[in-house]
């Protein structure tokens, strides 16, 4: 790594030594004379709004709830087909999902097996490189 120094230094020094010395050209500026705006009257900014309430996250407690107190059961003799709204016009809802708020991240229980299914159906050669199911094949590179 020092010769390479040592060479950059020379081969920098000559440069500097051979070549013309350069000079920028002088570029004459002359200022133009900015207009004078009136300023508005002191103007009012209102306060601002109220934040919106952010909809209550259900919380499951850690003691038994009373079934008293939830929902009571539907049945069919309650509410009959007949009464039932119409879906919703504008398609189908999965084309738009929604965020659901969740306290507790999920937990992959078969880990191992996903692993197995994965390992049979892209068997990997060198890491990184694709050698059979169809990965590569997919995004246009040789397998």
Do not use: C
Not at 74 to 89: C, F, G, L, R, S
Not at 105 to 132: A, F, I, K, M
């Amino acid at each position: 790594m020092s010769v390479g120094v040592i060479v950059a230094v020379f081969v920098h020094g000559g440069l500097f030594a051979l070549f013309p010395e350069m000079n920028a050209l002088d570029l004459d500026f002359i200022p133009e004379e900015s207009e004078v705006v009136d300023l508005p009257p002191e103007v009012e900014i209102p306060p601002p709004p109220d934040e919106i309430a952010r909809p209550a996250t259900p919380v499951v407690p850690d003691h038994p709830v009373d079934d008293d107190i939830t929902v009571p059961k539907n049945t069919w003799d309650e509410n009959p087909v007949a009464d039932v709204p119409p879906p919703p016009v504008g398609g189908n809802p999965s084309d738009a999902p929604a965020w659901i708020h969740r306290d507790v991240e999920p937990l992959l229980t078969n880990g191992r097996e996903v692993e197995r299914v994965l390992e049979q159906r892209y068997r990997l050669g060198t890491p990184g490189r694709h050698v059979q199911g169809g990965i590569g094949a997919a995004a246009g590179q040789s397998t």
